[in-house]
């Protein structure tokens, strides 16, 4: 069995080949760190964690990489509504951020880098890319130029008359767009304003914009070319895009050779919204404040529920749902504390062996088709109910 993959890139799943044998570099872009985390950071994160870990089962060493924008106009707000500095924000969150994660038994990253500690290699990039011709300076401002890049919308698949004015993503409304010289052009570097944190570049003091952030930490930490590189379906145009035409014009290398995309979460059909008033943190869904499951919940349920459907796939949280999720990890764990001492039994070693055998060789084959967690999972269920069965028919022959 050979593991697959679906690459975004080429719309289809390919064998999983890394560069270095027997070694996985993985980065996944990770939180604007300006609020808690909510439904939708726990389902990327949970699935970028089993993918690891199922990985190092299958035998690579993996580099996981997960980046944290700690200088964004989101962070900026919220230190001015709280009499606060970007940096307090920032760290409050952080710490925020680990303490609701690893509540899910997600394994923290081997590195977290922050976008404040790359500001120097962010410089250089840009410098680079101007240099090239890429880039184009305005008063402060630095733009990159989407037309010279002939690949822009491989990704994506969109073609320039799909895309909207301003893709710079996160877009500044108070940004002129006389600035630019094409509307598809992006923001590498914004000039700075009163009151806000900036940094020196041969531009003038300013700060980085957010596509040009990713592709430089990855540069530093993982190199020019990685194997997988990971995140939210709606990260996939612009910023990836862009990520993409960043980085690939100066090595002339892919800056990945796989790239996965987990798909979006709503509540009861809704996309997840505060406006909607239907917007749920991780600590108030476990926690039991959420106002369609009010009961605290064991961690395992929420990996379990987002585990039940393929990374792919869209994810609708219902009440409905998780309960079947509860349901679901009360079968796995009744399996698990089976009492075989109760009835003066012990597991019959040949039959489990057997059992044990053929449930690894298909949990295997349904990981390796694209990380098919949803029918990992139902292995487990499989086995779960088998071993139940086999202790309830033995516990009652003894006693009879």
């Known amino acids: 069995m050979s593991l697959t993959l679906y690459n975004t890139l080429t719309r289809q799943k390919e064998p999983f080949k890394t560069i270095?044998?027997?070694?996985?570099?993985?980065?996944?872009?990770?939180?604007?760190?300006?609020?808690?985390?909510?439904?939708?950071?726990?389902?990327?994160?949970?699935?970028?964690?089993?993918?690891?870990?199922?990985?190092?089962?299958?035998?690579?060493?993996?580099?996981?990489?997960?980046?944290?924008?700690?200088?964004?106009?989101?962070?900026?707000?919220?230190?001015?509504?709280?009499?606060?500095?970007?940096?307090?924000?920032?760290?409050?969150?952080?710490?925020?951020?680990?303490?609701?994660?690893?509540?899910?038994?997600v394994i923290d990253a081997d590195e977290y880098p922050r976008v404040t500690q790359h500001i120097p290699a962010i410089v250089h990039l840009i410098q680079a890319l101007e240099t090239k011709g890429y880039a184009y300076a305005v008063d402060g401002d630095v733009y990159y130029n989407v037309r010279r890049f002939s690949e822009y919308g491989k990704l994506s698949g969109r073609r320039r008359e799909q895309m909207q004015a301003g893709a710079g993503g996160r877009i500044n409304p108070d940004e002129p767009e006389s600035k630019k010289q094409d509307p598809f052009d992006f923001a590498l570097w914004k000039a700075a304003k009163p009151g806000e944190p900036a940094w020196d570049s041969l531009w003038g003091k300013g700060r980085p914009g957010w596509h040009i952030e990713c592709s430089a930490m990855i540069r530093a930490r993982l190199g020019e070319t990685i194997d997988i590189h990971g995140g939210g379906g709606d990260l996939v145009f612009p910023h990836h895009e862009n990520e993409i035409a960043q980085s690939e014009v100066l090595t002339g290398k892919p800056l990945a050779r796989y790239w996965l995309h987990n798909g979006m979460v709503t509540v009861n059909g809704e996309k997840m919204s505060k406006s909607l008033g239907n917007f749920t943190t991780i600590r108030d869904l476990l926690d039991g404040k959420w106002s369609k499951y009010p009961q605290p919940l064991d961690p395992m349920v929420v990996r379990l529920f987002v585990l039940q459907a393929h990374y792919r796939?869209?994810?609708?949280?219902?009440?409905?749902?998780?309960?079947?999720?509860?349901?679901?990890?009360?079968?796995?764990?009744?399996?698990?504390?089976?009492?075989?001492?109760?009835?003066?039994?012990?597991?019959?070693?040949?039959?489990?062996?057997?059992?044990?055998?053929?449930?690894?060789?298909?949990?295997?084959?349904?990981?390796?088709?694209?990380?098919?967690?949803?029918?990992?999972?139902?292995?487990?269920?499989?086995?779960?109910?088998?071993?139940?069965?086999e202790f309830n028919q033995r516990c009652y022959q003894k006693s009879q």
Request: with cysteine; net charge negative; hydrophobic share 40%.
């Open 313 to 389: 796939k869209p994810l609708d949280f219902t009440e409905s749902a998780i309960t079947a999720a509860v349901h679901g990890w009360q079968t796995i764990k009744d399996a698990l504390n089976l009492d075989w001492q109760q009835c003066n039994l012990s597991p019959q070693a040949g039959t489990l062996d057997e059992l044990d055998s053929q449930a690894v060789a298909r949990f295997q084959a349904a990981m390796d088709s694209d990380f098919n967690t949803a029918a990992g999972l139902a292995v487990l269920f499989e086995l779960a109910k088998s071993l139940k069965r």
């Open 20 to 105: 270095e044998p027997g070694k996985v570099t993985m980065y996944c872009c990770g939180v604007t760190v300006y609020d808690y985390c909510h439904l939708g950071h726990a389902r990327s994160y949970i699935g970028w964690d089993v993918m690891r870990r199922y990985l190092q089962w299958r035998g690579y060493q993996v580099r996981y990489v997960q980046n944290f924008t700690d200088i964004d106009d989101k962070i900026l707000n919220r230190a001015r509504v709280e009499g606060s500095s970007m940096q307090e924000i920032a760290d409050r969150y952080i710490n925020e951020y680990f303490e609701d994660i690893r509540r899910l038994n």
